[in-house]
């Protein structure tokens, strides 16, 4: 490859056009699709596959341009320099080298994939999920159903045959913000780039060397497309079995189109896909999710039949992305153990309902915990909200077992404790986390602290943190 770039920088050369390439200060190789930027912050372009591009004619000689990429330091260089050295050099950045040289220890570990796993129909809808303009940006939330930190291995990502299979696209990782579900800092220290053949077929990247923790509120796995040399801006059909308004069979076109790799995708209902893709637009990232309002509400279609909305009847595309992760072997042990045999099961079969009353995160967490009581659902507020330690929860039962927990909690409490509860879910941004275990955490407001738990990807709180009640 670095005889082919080269070969190739020199008949770009000799051809006379003012093609410049960038290359690894220490390899000596190209930097494939390093951003290219004006002072001001506008993005100009991207370096191709072997390092290189044009300057627009409309620079001039004293004009600066900012020279970056995943994995290297920042560049600042004089156009009229770089007309004339025809070559800029990134230096590797200095938290790479240092990512480099940690070594992990060796302990038995388990292998678990997580994420997409399920291969897309061909010529759906899917098309329209996984494909995306040169330099756009989307991705995938993968949750961590563990709550055990692991290494993740491999990114797995499947390509279809339409448009550019062989077209490149980068990979990322985000982290997941603990109080809310969005991406927050990249992990990804280097800059990797695949592509997948002829299509139809699982890319599978190595993950190993970027030593990345798989954190207990999952991450973000992002993909960001480039055009394929070759391309011609392709325009695909795509026809779709359907119903029309009066529920009679029917074939609906949609047109694809783009002039890069194209991701397979599946759909999910509202209820598990909620939150999970997201589109990069600038420096901020926008949830590609259906509006939390829609749900449980009707509409009443052309043949006057009523179409009711829940979150099992509406669906969600996901591109088809799954993760191979690393888990420690063992079993955890918890400060907080729930009881095997629990009495509250005895007083009301309450079943969970986490889209209801979502925990994947802290934000959620105490949101579900404004909901239930304004709800005055104490007993799902104690059974699946709450964890206890040692006999916490034999107290609190030897009250509701005497079949007076309607008059558990009197009004003037329940308000007392929304609102509580509403002023720490409205500091939660300036709230710092200090984890104490794999599992177990203390949440700071200031002088305040809160116990908090993450079991099966669920959060959950020590009811003591927030004091439903006071023990005689």
Same mark, same amino acid.
């Given at each position: 490859?670095?005889?082919?770039?080269?070969?190739?920088?020199?008949?770009?050369?000799?051809?006379?056009?003012?093609?410049?390439?960038?290359?690894?200060?220490?390899?000596?190789? @190209?930097?494939?699709?390093?951003?290219?930027?004006?002072?001001?912050?506008?993005?100009?372009?991207?370096?191709?596959?072997?390092?290189?591009?044009?300057?627009?004619?409309?620079?001039?000689?004293?004009?600066?341009? #900012?020279?970056?990429?995943?994995?290297?330091?920042?560049?600042?260089?004089?156009?009229?320099?770089?007309?004339?050295?025809?070559?800029?050099?990134?230096?590797?950045?200095?938290?790479?080298?240092?990512?480099?040289?940690?070594?992990?220890?060796?302990?038995?570990?388990?292998? *678990?994939?997580?994420?997409?796993?399920?291969?897309?129909?061909?010529?759906?809808?899917?098309? !329209?999920?996984?494909?995306?303009?040169?330099?756009?940006?989307?991705?995938?939330?993968?949750?961590?159903?563990?709550?055990?930190?692991?290494?993740?291995?491999?990114?797995?990502?499947?390509?279809?045959?339409?448009?550019?299979?062989?077209?490149?696209?980068?990979? !990322?990782?985000?982290?997941?913000?603990?109080?809310?579900?969005? @991406?927050?800092?990249?992990?990804?220290?280097?800059?990797?780039?695949?592509?997948?053949?002829?299509?139809?077929?699982?890319?599978?990247?190595?993950?190993?060397?970027?030593?990345?923790?798989?954190?207990?509120?999952?991450?973000?796995?992002?993909?960001?497309?480039?055009?394929?040399?070759?391309?011609?801006?392709?325009?695909?059909?795509?026809?779709?079995?359907?119903?029309?308004?009066?529920?009679?069979?029917?074939?609906?076109? *949609?047109?694809?189109?783009?002039?890069?790799?194209?991701?397979?995708?599946?759909?999910?209902?509202?209820?598990?896909?909620?939150?999970?893709?997201?589109?990069?637009?600038?420096?901020?990232?926008?949830?590609?999710?259906?509006?939390?309002?829609?749900?449980?509400?009707?509409?009443?279609?052309?043949?006057?039949?009523?179409?009711? *909305?829940?979150?099992?009847?509406?669906?969600?595309?996901?591109?088809?992305?799954?993760?191979?992760?690393?888990?420690?072997?063992?079993?955890?042990?918890?400060?907080?153990?729930?009881?095997?045999?629990?009495?509250?099961?005895?007083?009301?079969?309450?079943?969970?309902?986490?889209?209801?009353?979502?925990?994947?995160?802290?934000?959620?967490?105490?949101?579900?915990?404004?909901?239930?009581?304004?709800?005055?659902?104490?007993?799902?507020?104690?059974?699946?909200?709450?964890?206890?330690?040692?006999?916490?929860?034999?107290?609190?039962?030897?009250?509701?077992?005497?079949?007076?927990?309607?008059?558990?909690?009197?009004?003037?409490?329940?308000?007392?404790?929304?609102?509580?509860?509403?002023?720490?879910?409205? *500091?939660?941004?300036?709230?710092?986390?200090?984890?104490?275990?794999?599992?177990?955490?203390?949440?700071?407001?200031?002088?305040?602290?809160?116990? #908090?738990?993450?079991?099966?990807?669920?959060?959950?709180?020590?009811?003591?943190?927030?004091?439903?009640?006071?023990?005689?």
């Amino acid at each position: 490859m670095k005889f082919l770039s080269l070969l190739l920088f020199s008949l770009i050369a000799y051809s006379g056009l003012s093609q410049i390439q960038i290359i690894d200060t220490k390899l000596k190789e @190209p930097v494939s699709y390093a951003h290219i930027q004006a002072v001001d912050g506008t993005k100009v372009l991207f370096s191709d596959y072997y390092g290189f591009f044009t300057l627009a004619s409309s620079f001039q000689g004293t004009d600066s341009i #900012l020279i970056s990429c995943i994995g290297y330091e920042q560049k600042s260089c004089l156009v009229s320099d770089i007309l004339k050295e025809k070559v800029i050099e990134l230096d590797p950045s200095t938290e790479h080298l240092s990512e480099l040289v940690v070594k992990a220890k060796k302990t038995k570990s388990r292998m *678990r994939t997580l994420g997409i796993t399920k291969k897309p129909k061909e010529k759906t809808l899917s098309n !329209h999920i996984g494909r995306g303009e040169n330099g756009e940006e989307r991705a995938l939330w993968i949750p961590n159903e563990y709550s055990v930190p692991g290494y993740l291995k491999n990114i797995n990502v499947y390509v279809l045959d339409a448009a550019y299979p062989d077209a490149h696209f980068r990979v !990322h990782v985000y982290d997941c913000d603990p109080l809310e579900t969005k @991406p927050t800092g990249e992990l990804t220290k280097s800059n990797i780039i695949a592509s997948a053949t002829k299509g139809n077929e699982w890319v599978s990247i190595d993950m190993t060397k970027e030593q990345i923790q798989f954190g207990e509120n999952g991450c973000f796995i992002g993909i960001e497309w480039f055009d394929s040399p070759k391309s011609k801006f392709y325009r695909d059909t795509v026809f779709l079995n359907g119903y029309d308004s009066d529920g009679q069979d029917t074939v609906y076109a *949609r047109v694809s189109q783009g002039n890069g790799a194209v991701l397979g995708g599946v759909f999910e209902k509202f209820r598990y896909a909620r939150n999970k893709l997201w589109k990069r637009e600038s420096d901020t990232w926008k949830s590609r999710n259906l509006p939390q309002s829609n749900m449980y509400t009707s509409d009443t279609l052309p043949n006057g039949s009523v179409f009711h *909305r829940t979150p099992d009847n509406q669906y969600l595309g996901l591109m088809c992305i799954n993760i191979d992760v690393s888990f420690p072997k063992g079993k955890i042990d918890l400060s907080f153990r729930e009881p095997k045999k629990r009495k509250l099961n005895k007083l009301e079969k309450v079943k969970q309902d986490v889209f209801k009353y979502p925990q994947s995160t802290i934000q959620e967490l105490f949101s579900s915990l404004i909901e239930a009581f304004e709800q005055e659902d104490i007993i799902y507020v104690l059974k699946y909200l709450c964890v206890y330690e040692k006999n916490q929860l034999g107290q609190m039962l030897n009250y509701l077992d005497k079949e007076e927990y309607e008059e558990f909690i009197s009004p003037e409490d329940y308000d007392s404790i929304i609102k509580y509860l509403k002023d720490l879910h409205s *500091r939660l941004d300036s709230a710092s986390l200090d984890k104490m275990d794999n599992k177990h955490f203390k949440l700071i407001l200031k002088d305040e602290h809160y116990n #908090l738990v993450v079991e099966d990807g669920l959060w959950k709180i020590n009811p003591y943190s927030y004091k439903i009640y006071k023990l005689d």
